[in-house]
């Protein structure tokens, strides 16, 4: 069974620091997405990671994938205030019926002025 | 582009009763609509895959007789949570996908169910 696990769940920081979430999956996979969610809100999506060593960044976040070590990572630099949210990897099983997504549990950050 | 709506947004009913939502995508034809669902402070969890014009494949402790799946167009599939009971509650979530392998899932805006 596939095991999707972030990282810290929980995350308290100040604006203007660098910080890096966590998502370790325990099966290859040939793609990993990142999603952030407000309170309330569905899934936005904000990266997909389609092979080893792919690195994507948008304005403050940055995520990259490494498959040999099953892990990807979404870096946080100068964070803003409203970059709070919760944001979530998943990972894409390609299975014989089609993609199959697992989530991690959730990182849920809050930052602080 | 890449759009997908959910209906209602939210909804209430009395536990008992039957609740049905909607999912469509607007501007592609989805060959795949996956449904989730997901309580407060969790994850989401993956409910059943749905292919056009075939029955529904649910996930492991997913009850298919309680959540009717529905796939009979391209652009639309539905839930049906069948006499629903407080511990359904749930904010429930769709997505669509063009069937191309591995395509990227578009994923509906939510419907927040309450059961009374």
């Known amino acids: 069974e596939l095991k999707v696990e972030q990282n810290p769940l929980f995350l308290s920081m100040q604006e203007g620091k660098n910080y890096t979430i966590y998502c370790n999956y325990s099966?290859?996979?040939?793609?990993l997405y990142w999603y952030r969610q407000d309170p309330g809100k569905s899934l936005e999506s904000l990266f997909v990671?389609?092979?080893?060593?792919a690195v994507k960044q948008e304005g403050r976040l940055m995520a990259s994938l490494d498959t040999k070590a099953r892990l990807s990572t979404l870096h946080i630099t100068a964070a803003v205030h409203d970059l709070s949210a919760t944001y979530f990897c998943?990972?894409?099983?390609?299975?014989?019926?089609?993609?199959?997504?697992?989530f991690g549990e959730g990182t849920q950050l809050t930052v602080n002025p | 582009g890449a759009v997908v709506s959910q209906h209602p947004s939210w909804v209430i009913c009395k536990s008992g009763t039957s609740v049905k939502i909607e999912c469509r995508s607007l501007?592609?034809?989805?060959?795949?609509m996956f449904w989730y669902r997901q309580f407060p402070k969790q994850s989401l969890m993956l409910m059943a895959t749905?292919?056009?014009?075939?029955?529904?494949?649910?996930e492991q402790g997913v009850e298919k007789d309680k959540f009717l799946i529905n796939h009979a167009s391209l652009t639309l599939s539905t839930l049906t949570v069948t006499s629903a009971h407080p511990e359904d509650s749930s904010f429930y979530i769709c997505?669509?996908?063009?069937?191309?392998?591995?395509?990227?899932?578009?994923f509906g805006p939510g419907t927040r169910l309450l059961v009374l």
């Open positions: 997505s669509a996908q063009t069937g191309a392998y591995q395509e990227t899932q578009y």
């Open positions: 099966t290859t996979s040939d793609r």
């Open positions: 990671l389609l092979s080893n060593g």
């Open positions: 998943a990972v894409d099983i390609a299975e014989t019926s089609g993609s199959r997504l697992t």
């Open positions: 501007d592609f034809q989805a060959t795949t």
């Open positions: 749905s292919n056009e014009g075939s029955k529904a494949t649910y």
